[in-house]
Every structure is written in C-alpha cells, then in structure tokens.
C-alpha cells in the first residue's frame, strides 16, 4: 500500500521522496517524462546546497563535478557589482553550483530511488478525487490507465501545476506577464573576460526591466537568457533563435562576452510563468515548490524554495503519518511564506529599480552589503536578517531611498 504518492520527480519531488522513504515510508514518484530531460534553472542558491546536505543527498551532488558557484555578478553599462557568498551575513554554505539541470535532476531521483522510493517515469497524472477519507489517483502511461489510494499526495509537479488545475486552486500571479528565450551555448568566452564562478546578471542598458542571465558550467557550455516584457520582445523579428541573438547584441556588453558562443540546443520562449494558489494544501494533499507558486526566474529562487517546500512538507507530513495532530498553514504554509515574501519583495525592487540602484550603490555599508548578499545566497528564512519576511519591501525602499540620496 502506497504511503505517499508524488506527482514529478524535480527537485521538490526527489528530495521529498528521498526524506519520506528514509523515514520507512512506501513512496511512489510518478514522472511524466523520460530523464535525463531537459529543464530550466541552473544556477543554484548557497542555501539549497545546505539542504541537500541535510537531506543526505550532497555527495552525489559533489560528485558530479558540476561547476563551482560562489557568488552573483550583475552589470548595467559601465557600472558592475559583485557578491561572494562568503561574505554573507548568515551562517551556512559560501558555495553551490551551476548545474546542467538534466544532470542535476536525475542525480537527485536516482537517490531517492537508492533510498527506497519507486520512481516511475512516463506516467502522468491525470485526475484526483479528494472527496473521501484517502485521494483517488488517476495516472496514465501510454494507453494503461490505473488508480492509486495514497494516504497522501505531494504535488511536485512544477509548471504543469497538476492538482492546481485538477482542483482549480490557481490565482492570478502579482506580477504582470514576462517571457524568457533561452538556451544553451558553447559559450567560447576569453579566459579572464568573467568569473565563471558566478551568474551573470546584465541590466539592459535604457530599460531596468529587461534583463539576461549568464551561468557557465564545467564543460564549456553555459545557460543563457533574456528576459522582457511582451512588448519588448514583440520589437524583434524573425525565428526565435534570431530574436535571441538580437536580443543578446541589445546588451552590448553581454554581445561582446559572447561574441564567439554557438547555440547547442534549439532556442526556447516560456511565457507567463509567475504563478500562485489559493491554498497550499488540503484533504490529502500537499502542493511544492514551483506546482504551488513562482515568482520569477531573477534570483534563481526557484529551485530552493522547491526544496525547502519539500523539507518543511515532509516533517508535517511524518508526524501526520504518524497520528500526530498537525496543522498544515502553521507548520508549513506560513514558515515557507516568510522566505518566498523575501523573494517577492525583492523581485518588485527588482522591476521597479529600487533593488538595481541597492546593488550598484558603491559606498554601501558593509553590514547592510552582506544582509542583501544573505537574501542573494537563498538564506531567505534566516529571521535574524532584517531584509528577509515582511518586512524586508519596506527596509529595501528605505535603503534604496538612502543610495539615491548619497
Ligand atoms: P520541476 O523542476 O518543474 O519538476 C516538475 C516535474 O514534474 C517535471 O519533471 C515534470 O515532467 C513533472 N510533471 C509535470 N506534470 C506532471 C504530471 N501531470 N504527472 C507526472 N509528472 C508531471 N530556478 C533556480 O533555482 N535557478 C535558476 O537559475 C532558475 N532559472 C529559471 C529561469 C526561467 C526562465 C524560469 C521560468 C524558471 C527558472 N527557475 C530557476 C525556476 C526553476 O525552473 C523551478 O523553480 C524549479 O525547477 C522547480 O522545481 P520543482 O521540483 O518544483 O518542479
């Protein structure tokens, strides 16, 4: 009998399943594509890496020989900034990766495998009935269709946001739309010319809204993208691969960076991704990382909030499984709210400017300089900081308002 039925076998769902299975529990991962696949998201947070760890799941991490990520770089025009996550303000990791996520995804669930979970790939899940003591699970692989009675189901599905649209628990995001075309490079950057050890975050050089990210992995190959507003990416023309360079030579310095890297996989366009869910849980159910919200791609939030979901969801959900009284919105909803408002109010900096003038303020108070590189390594749920919950949208107005004012 099925303890815990989980729906994708990202991040959210391999590290939920590796913790679940090494609690002893039945844990069944149902993948609705083949792996390695391809997914974007590459470059990791500090934090994540410490939740591997405690996970027990770094050393095939470490293993891997993925590229060594100490820090994030941004640059607009002539003005550059840099942050090394060694100089952070809280405790824990100076250090994550750069990861081919195809890679990276199948070293997490062929661990959860090791751990015990049964992990089946090319079935999807297309139906949920939550209306009786245990949900009722449809899944489908090729024309074989069966019936699951979990005691629990974790959604981990990312953007195909299953029990969302299956129990219609979608909202509309708070951000407006965005679009991100990307892909992968031999990037033939000059050794010297940039720090492969961090992202690349380049501001376009009129419009603070429009932005690329640049992420080098070990093998010589790189992550890259532009993203933008609908309109901005309506004024270029031709195929998508086209538009992409048109959009790289927009941000002259980026043009330059790579000026000799050739695309190594088509080019892709994601459309109106921020996401969000009226609630995170219900009877049976669970909703993790990316299947309950995103934000934005800017901070590379997503894949340690997916994890943290994953890390919080499962101690509820042992002590549930267990007979324990729990409460859902209290242990978990709310704990991993603090973090994503965190983020959230950082994107909105972000867009609105604030955050940019912040992170190239050159006489920056060195204690405030290492909180904002805290929140830049993922350490989000650190309360100790006072740019993280809340409160953090009205600290960063105030301290943008001081950079301007300088
Ligand atoms: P996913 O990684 O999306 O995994 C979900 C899995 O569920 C998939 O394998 C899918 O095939 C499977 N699935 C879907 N539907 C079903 C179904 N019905 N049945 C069975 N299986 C199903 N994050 C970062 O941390 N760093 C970055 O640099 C970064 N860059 C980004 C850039 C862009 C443009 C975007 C849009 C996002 C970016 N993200 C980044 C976010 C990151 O991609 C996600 O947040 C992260 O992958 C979420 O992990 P997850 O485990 O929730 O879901």
Not at 64 to 85: C, D, I, L, M, W
Not at 378 to 390: E, Q
Request: glycine content about 8%; aromatic content about 10%; hydrophobic content about 40%.
């Amino acid at each position: 009998m099925v303890d815990v039925l989980i729906i994708g076998a990202g991040p959210a769902g391999s590290m939920s399943a590796a913790l679940l299975a090494s609690r002893g529990y039945d844990v069944l991962v149902l993948e609705k594509q083949k792996f390695p696949r391809f997914s974007i998201g590459e470059s990791l947070l500090a934090n994540s890496l410490e939740m591997l760890e405690d996970a027990g799941m770094l050393e095939p991490v470490m293993a891997q020989g993925f590229q060594f990520k100490n820090g994030a770089a941004f640059v607009h025009n002539e003005r550059y900034s840099e942050f090394n996550f060694a100089e952070k303000f809280s405790e824990g990791s100076p250090f994550t990766f750069q990861v081919p996520r195809a890679q990276f995804d199948k070293v997490l669930a062929d661990e959860a495998a090791r751990r015990g979970a049964r992990v089946e790939y090319e079935v999807e899940i297309t139906g949920i009935d939550v209306s009786g003591e245990r949900p009722v699970v449809t899944s489908k692989r090729g024309d074989e269709i069966k019936t699951h009675r979990p005691r629990f189901v974790l959604d981990a599905s990312g953007f195909g946001r299953t029990l969302p649209r299956l129990l219609d628990l979608d909202r509309p995001s708070d951000f407006p739309p965005r679009a991100a075309v990307f892909v992968h490079v031999q990037d033939n950057t000059i050794s010297g010319e940039f720090d492969r050890q961090k992202i690349r975050v380049g501001v376009h050089p009129t419009n603070q809204e429009v932005w690329s990210w640049f992420i080098p992995f070990s093998n010589g190959q790189a992550s890259l993208g532009i993203v933008a507003t609908p309109e901005h990416h309506a004024k270029f023309k031709g195929s998508l691969e086209e538009r992409l360079w048109q959009l790289v030579a927009d941000e002259p310095k980026l043009g330059h960076l790579l000026r000799n890297a050739k695309a190594v996989r088509p080019v892709a366009e994601l459309k109106g991704y921020a996401s969000k869910v009226k609630s995170m849980f219900g009877p049976g159910f669970a909703l993790l990382g990316n299947a309950a919200e995103f934000l934005d791609p800017v901070f590379s939030s997503g894949v340690t909030v997916a994890m943290k979901s994953a890390t919080l969801a499962c101690d509820v959900l042992h002590r549930q499984l267990k007979g324990e009284r729990v409460d859902w919105q209290t242990e978990f909803a709310d704990p991993l709210a603090y973090g994503v408002e965190t983020f959230r109010n950082f994107v909105i900096g972000w867009y609105d400017g604030s955050l940019q003038d912040v992170i190239f303020f050159e006489n920056q108070d060195p204690a405030i300089r290492r909180m904002i590189c805290s929140v830049l390594a993922g350490y989000v749920w650190d309360t100790k900081n006072p740019y993280t919950g809340p409160q953090s949208g009205r600290r960063l107005r105030a301290l943008a308002q001081m950079c301007r004012a300088a």
